[in-house]
C-alpha cells in the first residue's frame, strides 16, 4: 500500500479502491488510535463495491504514518485538516466525498469548512463540531491512559507512553472547552456542500445539542439518531449503510 508526501510535513501510508473509476472519490477518515483500515476497513470494502473510488490515509502519527509519536497540539484538528487537504493536492485529487468516524468526523467538518469548493459531501459520526463544557469530565476520564491503551495500541502506533498520549489528548480537548468549545462552529457558515451528521443515542461524549450547535450555520445540514452508542458504523451498520448511501447518492444528484 502506498504512501504521500505531504507538504504539510507528514508521510501518510492510505489504502486505496477502484483507482481507475472516474466519479467523484470519497476520503474516508478515522478515529482516535485507528487506521483506515483498522476502523473502516468493512465500509471502504462496501463502498468500494457500490462502485466508488475510496482513499483512506492514515492520520500522521497512526499506524505506518509519520511523524511519530503522534502528539496533540492544542489544535490538532486543524493540523490534521490541513494534512488531508495536503494529501487531496498530492493526489491531484480536485473534489471528493469526505467522511469521518470520530476524531475524523471532526477534522472532515473542518476541512469541508476550509476549502467548501472541494467537497461535493460531508458525513461524519461520532462527531459534533462544538465541544460544550458538559464534555469536560467525560474527556478527563481518558487519564490515565495506562487504565485503557492496550499493548496492542502501543505496537500499532509505537507508542512510547500511554499516559503521555492520553494526557495530550486531554490537554487538547479541555483547551478547546475551555476556549468556547469551537471545533468547526466558525467554519460551519462557509459549508456549501450537503452535509450529514450522525449519532448513536447512546454516545456519551458527542450529544445530539452539539451537533445540532453545529448545524445551526450549515446551508443544507442534518442529523440522524442511531439506536446505539459511539461506533454507528459498527453497531448499526445496514441502517447505517442506507442513511450514508442515500446522502452520497444525493449529492452526486445536484
Known amino acids: 500500500m502506498p504512501f504521500v508526501d505531504t507538504a504539510t510535513g507528514a508521510h501518510l501510508h492510505y489504502v486505496e479502491t477502484n483507482p481507475t473509476v472516474h466519479t467523484t472519490p470519497i476520503i474516508a477518515l478515522h478515529g482516535m488510535l485507528g487506521t483506515a483500515r483498522k476502523h473502516l476497513g468493512h465500509i471502504i470494502d462496501w463502498l468500494t463495491g457500490e462502485g466508488y473510488r475510496v482513499i483512506g490515509p492514515t492520520l500522521r502519527g497512526y499506524g505506518e504514518s509519520l511523524?511519530?509519536?503522534?502528539?496533540?497540539?492544542?489544535r490538532f484538528y486543524d493540523r490534521d485538516a490541513d494534512d488531508?487537504?495536503?494529501?487531496?493536492?498530492?493526489?491531484?485529487?480536485?473534489?471528493?466525498?469526505i467522511i469521518g468516524y470520530s476524531d475524523g468526523g471532526e477534522i472532515a467538518l473542518i476541512c469541508a469548512g476550509k476549502q467548501p469548493q472541494r467537497f461535493a459531501s460531508a458525513a461524519s459520526w461520532g462527531a459534533v463540531g462544538y465541544?460544550?463544557?458538559?464534555?469536560?469530565?467525560v474527556a478527563q476520564r481518558m487519564i490515565p491512559g495506562s487504565a485503557w491503551l492496550s499493548d496492542e495500541d502501543v505496537a500499532l502506533h509505537q507508542l512510547p507512553d500511554k499516559d503521555a498520549f492520553a494526557q495530550g489528548w486531554v490537554r487538547a480537548t479541555t483547551h478547546m472547552i475551555d476556549s468556547g468549545g469551537d471545533v468547526s462552529v466558525s467554519l460551519a457558515e462557509h459549508?456549501?456542500?450537503p452535509v450529514l451528521m450522525m449519532l448513536g443515542k447512546?454516545?456519551?461524549?458527542?450529544?445530539?445539542?452539539f451537533a445540532e450547535k453545529f448545524l445551526e450555520g450549515v446551508q443544507d445540514g442534518r442529523l440522524v439518531m442511531f439506536d446505539c452508542a459511539h461506533p454507528v458504523?459498527?453497531?448499526q451498520t445496514e441502517a447505517f449503510k442506507e442513511v450514508l448511501g442515500a446522502h452520497i447518492?444525493?449529492?452526486d444528484a445536484l
Open 131 to 137: 465541544f460544550g463544557p458538559e464534555m469536560r469530565p
Open 191 to 193: 459549508i456549501t456542500c
Open 233 to 235: 458504523h459498527d453497531e
Open 67 to 74: 511523524p511519530k509519536p503522534r502528539d496533540f497540539p492544542l
Open 84 to 97: 488531508v487537504l495536503a494529501f487531496m493536492d498530492a493526489l491531484n485529487i480536485e473534489k471528493a466525498h
Open 202 to 209: 447512546e454516545d456519551h461524549l458527542n450529544p445530539a445539542s
Open 249 to 251: 447518492a444525493r449529492a
